[in-house]
């Protein structure tokens, strides 16, 4: 969990929860609300960078 929304939980906080707890086929989870707007802006551009140079692969969920 990102714990974006968390306004206890720093920009570098979200970034880090992300990168330390995902591996192959998790599903990460951004928040679109204003509470987590902040968290959401900053780690969301850096984690698909992050993942992107270790070779992972982004779709999106249809359903």
Known sequence: LSFDWDA????QECLN?????SK???IVVFHDSVKAS???KY????TLEYFSKEGYEFK????
């Open 60 to 63: 999106p969920l249809s359903f």
């Open 24 to 26: 192959p086929g998790s």
């Open 38 to 40: 902040l968290n959401m």
């Open 43 to 46: 780690a969301l551009p850096l």
């Open 17 to 21: 929860n992300v990168i330390s707890k």
């Open 8 to 11: 206890s939980v720093s920009e």
